[in-house]
């Protein structure tokens, strides 16, 4: 990925900034959509740099004179919206996506269930994990979560509230959603310059002419007389003390990969703001309530409308680097939290396009769910041809039971 010219910073005010973690609930009238990833010029990341060191000196400037000493967020009680635009089609990774002569088939996947929403970074690992699978559990629902899934999200809860606080707040439109997102990057990014270190960061971007969104698991800054390196983590738990398989670390990198391209994408090209507002058909001069106009004053943000979020996003975006190509997925034992063991890897684009596109011909409907390999069937504990066979073609209407049986071995 070649980066586009990086978006230009306008001045900011003096600000009190404190990092805020949003929840969010819709009001039943409401629809918000439940859901709930190239290589750098160097050259061109020097730019970014000399903005970044400038806030990282002894005298910071006073748009950051008070952030991350106590860090919190608004926590959003809805799921992250995933949105997809009307327009997405995979052909190559441009700088400057053009999306708008592409729509995906009416009878796709990604039509029929993510339409004007988009793919979250979970669909993507999902998909890599068992496209049937998938299939099945857009169809069919998705099953009960085990025990292990629960302890793995409690985890990164635990994790979370290491470094932020939540405040819960009530939103009525898609607008307040998204303004609440968008805010909870804006002083995530805060607290990674001043301590080096955020969490549960959310993140939007264009992958493939697609619209997708995730939550960064951890970002991490280390920085010395000459450079700043931003390091992006995700901490995966395990019921048994035993490292995890080739097929769930292929799955953990290349999650881990989705969450670097979106990430680099925000930092250094100008976000696709007008396409942004047209593919999820958000007002940009919508005027925020209140309350969550007061939460965000009480960080130090003088905002109104949507619009003055998205000033806040983009000047916040200039001060930002790309991350490191090397990517650390960390693996405890869900019992005690314990270190099992660490895999340190580099970025390959060549590998995530082709992983990338390889999924989105799925969700497109270019050809059929694929069933996995004879070594990998282990993920259902099924003979997987057997098994989905029988559930699709039951003529009695498979059962969500005997789906979501299937799925829970994963």
């Given at each position: 990925?070649?980066?586009?010219?990086?978006?230009?910073?306008?001045?900011?005010?003096?600000?009190?900034?404190?990092?805020?973690?949003?929840?969010?609930?819709?009001?039943?009238?409401?629809?918000?959509?439940?859901?709930?990833?190239?290589?750098?010029?160097?050259?061109?990341?020097?730019?970014?740099?000399?903005?970044?060191?400038?806030?990282?000196?002894?005298?910071?400037?006073?748009?950051?004179?008070?952030?991350?000493?106590?860090?919190?967020?608004?926590?959003?009680?809805?799921?992250?919206?995933?949105?997809?635009?009307?327009?997405?089609?995979?052909?190559?990774?441009?700088?400057?996506?053009?999306?708008?002569?592409?729509?995906?088939?009416?009878?796709?996947?990604?039509?029929?269930?993510?339409?004007?929403?988009?793919?979250?970074?979970?669909?993507?690992?999902?998909?890599?994990?068992?496209?049937?699978?998938?299939?099945?559990?857009?169809?069919?629902?998705?099953?009960?979560?085990?025990?292990?899934m629960k302890a793995g999200s409690?985890?990164?809860?635990?994790?979370?509230?290491?470094?932020?606080?939540?405040?819960?707040?009530?939103?009525?439109?898609?607008?307040?959603?998204?303004?609440?997102?968008?805010?909870?990057?804006?002083?995530?990014?805060?607290?990674?310059?001043?301590?080096?270190?955020?969490?549960?960061?959310?993140?939007?971007?264009?992958?493939?002419?697609?619209?997708?969104?995730?939550?960064?698991?951890?970002?991490?800054?280390?920085?010395?007389?000459?450079?700043?390196?931003?390091?992006?983590?995700?901490?995966?738990?395990?019921?048994?003390?035993?490292?995890?398989?080739?097929?769930?670390?292929?799955?953990?990198?290349?999650?881990?990969m989705c969450y670097k391209y979106?990430?680099?994408?925000?930092?250094?090209?100008?976000?696709?703001?007008?396409?942004?507002?047209?593919?999820?058909?958000?007002?940009?001069?919508?005027?925020?309530?209140?309350?969550?106009?007061?939460?965000?004053?009480?960080?130090?943000?003088?905002?109104?409308?949507?619009?003055?979020?998205?000033?806040?996003?983009?000047?916040?975006?200039?001060?930002?680097?790309?991350?490191?190509?090397?990517?650390?997925?960390?693996?405890?034992?869900?019992?005690?939290?314990?270190?099992?063991?660490?895999?340190?890897?580099?970025?390959?684009?060549?590998?995530?396009?082709?992983?990338?596109?390889?999924?989105?011909?799925?969700?497109?409907?270019?050809?059929?769910?694929?069933?996995?390999?004879?070594?990998?069937?282990?993920?259902?504990?099924?003979?997987?041809?057997?098994?989905?066979?029988?559930?699709?073609?039951?003529?009695?209407?498979?059962?969500?039971?005997?789906?979501?049986?299937?799925?829970?071995?994963?």
């Amino acid at each position: 990925m070649t980066p586009s010219a990086a978006p230009a910073c306008s001045s900011s005010p003096s600000l009190n900034v404190t990092s805020i973690a949003v929840t969010a609930t819709a009001k039943d009238d409401v629809h918000v959509p439940v859901e709930i990833v190239s290589e750098e010029e160097m050259a061109f990341l020097e730019a970014a740099l000399a903005s970044t060191r400038s806030l990282l000196s002894s005298s910071p400037s006073p748009f950051f004179s008070s952030a991350c000493s106590s860090a919190s967020r608004f926590a959003l009680l809805s799921p992250l919206p995933s949105v997809v635009s009307h327009s997405c089609r995979p052909r190559s990774f441009a700088t400057t996506p053009n999306i708008e002569d592409f729509v995906p088939p009416r009878s796709s996947l990604l039509h029929r269930f993510r339409f004007g929403r988009g793919l979250s970074v979970t669909d993507i690992i999902g998909t890599e994990w068992c496209e049937k699978q998938m299939e099945l559990a857009l169809i069919h629902g998705k099953p009960k979560r085990t025990v292990a899934m629960k302890a793995g999200s409690d985890r990164h809860g635990q994790l979370e509230k290491e470094v932020v606080e939540k405040v819960e707040i009530l939103t009525e439109s898609v607008e307040e959603y998204w303004a609440i997102q968008l805010m909870n990057f804006i002083v995530g990014a805060h607290q990674l310059l001043f301590e080096g270190l955020t969490r549960e960061l959310p993140v939007v971007g264009i992958i493939e002419d697609t619209w997708m969104v995730g939550v960064i698991d951890e970002i991490r800054l280390s920085r010395d007389e000459d450079t700043v390196c931003t390091f992006l983590v995700d901490t995966k738990t395990r019921y048994k003390a035993t490292m995890p398989s080739e097929a769930q670390r292929r799955n953990a990198r290349l999650q881990l990969m989705c969450y670097k391209y979106l990430w680099d994408n925000l930092v250094t090209t100008s976000f696709p703001m007008e396409e942004f507002f047209d593919h999820f058909k958000l007002n940009h001069l919508y005027i925020l309530p209140g309350d969550v106009k007061e939460h965000i004053a009480s960080l130090g943000f003088d905002v109104k409308m949507l619009k003055d979020v998205f000033t806040y996003f983009q000047d916040t975006c200039c001060m930002l680097s790309s991350s490191h190509e090397q990517l650390l997925l960390r693996y405890e034992l869900q019992s005690d939290h314990s270190l099992l063991g660490e895999d340190s890897f580099l970025y390959d684009a060549g590998w995530f396009q082709k992983q990338i596109q390889k999924c989105l011909e799925f969700w497109l409907g270019d050809r059929e769910a694929s069933f996995v390999s004879d070594d990998e069937k282990w993920k259902c504990n099924f003979f997987c041809r057997l098994a989905w066979t029988e559930a699709v073609t039951d003529k009695g209407g498979a059962s969500g039971g005997s789906v979501l049986a299937m799925q829970r071995a994963k």
